[in-house]
């Protein structure tokens, strides 16, 4: 008979994750990685960059292999989801959709591989993301080491996006850049795909606990904008706003919206919904016809220019 005690479980997060009473967590979600390559079937080259050495924060910076010499072309900071927990600009998810991104938008990304939790709780993920953007801001000054930054991006066109916990990150990071400076640089839009902003109107629900423990609660700002100071001060000067029809977190975008709208920020909001679908189903089952649909959206999005 086995007499191996059995580990308690102590949290889930759907298919995609668990953690155990002991400290041990599994994840079943963005651990295969795709390499970097030049020159790919989707015509990108990508390669990964090492942004700090003693966190090991690094990202995956992806640029169209037909880019001549002296062009310049929009940056877009990406920042995946998986609820703080799981996920990688370089698993197949997210290597795939940013590449199949970075060919129709004709832009650079610079998709950013934040710790994760419950290794490391919330604020990290917000810290390295920031440490991110300030390494990308080094390249507007010709002082970043990233050659394919300070030769092809285009700093008067830079854009933040990411999806679920990673539309959350997008929110903090533009809400930081309106009373914090990037080394002169300037965000141009920010667009927020099926934001986690948390799930229940009244309460916190355990999967924040989970990820931030020294949370303040329902009120705490990282999560209800609403009680954000920040909120009308925002550091950029267009927001693009994605919520799905059948997402649990489409309310809370709409809410989002509405209370950006009445902030007092003066920058341009605009909403999309995709009818009849569930949350980030565009990275699951990219080819559908729905998911092109909001793929270009990001790609018409990511090539706004900046207004005199």
């Given at each position: ?76 900071v990406y920042y995946h989801g998986g609820a703080f927990l ?27 591989d934040y710790r994760l939790a419950p290794e490391h709780h ?134 989002f919206c509405e209370t950006l709208r009445k902030s007092g ?44």
């Amino acid at each position: 008979m086995d007499s191996t005690p059995t580990e308690v479980v102590v949290f889930e997060f759907g298919p995609y994750f668990r953690a155990y009473k002991n400290g041990r967590v599994e994840r079943f979600f963005g651990t295969d990685k795709v390499p970097s390559s030049n020159n790919s079937v989707h015509a990108v080259s990508s390669k990964d960059v090492l942004i700090d050495q003693e966190t090991g924060l690094s990202a995956r910076v992806i640029i169209p292999s037909t880019i001549k010499p002296g062009q310049k072309l929009p940056l877009l900071v990406y920042y995946h989801g998986g609820a703080f927990l799981v996920g990688s600009p370089f698993c197949p998810t997210y290597h795939n959709y940013m590449t199949s991104l970075v060919a129709e938008a004709n832009i650079i990304t610079v998709s950013v591989d934040y710790r994760l939790a419950p290794e490391h709780h919330i604020p990290i993920a917000y810290e390295d993301s920031w440490a991110a953007l300030q390494w990308v801001a080094k390249h507007h000054n010709n002082e970043g080491p990233e050659g394919w930054l300070s030769d092809h991006a285009d700093f008067q066109r830079v854009f933040l996006a990411g999806d679920s916990a990673g539309g959350n990150i997008v929110y903090n990071m533009v809400a930081r850049a309106g009373i914090e400076d990037l080394a002169g640089m300037k965000i141009l839009g920010a667009c927020l795909v099926h934001t986690y902003f948390g799930r229940k109107d009244c309460e916190v629900d355990n999967y924040w606990l989970f990820v931030c423990p020294n949370t303040s609660g329902i009120n705490d700002p990282r999560i209800n904008p609403a009680m954000d100071s920040r909120l009308s001060s925002l550091g950029c000067t267009r927001v693009l706003i994605c919520v799905a029809e059948k997402d649990v977190l489409k309310e809370r975008g709409l809410l989002f919206c509405e209370t950006l709208r009445k902030s007092g920020w003066d920058g341009e909001v605009q909403i999309v919904e995709t009818e009849g679908e569930e949350h980030v189903f565009h990275l699951f089952n990219p080819d559908c016809e729905k998911a092109v649909i909001l793929l270009k959206r990001l790609a018409s999005f990511s090539n706004q220019a900046r207004a005199n």
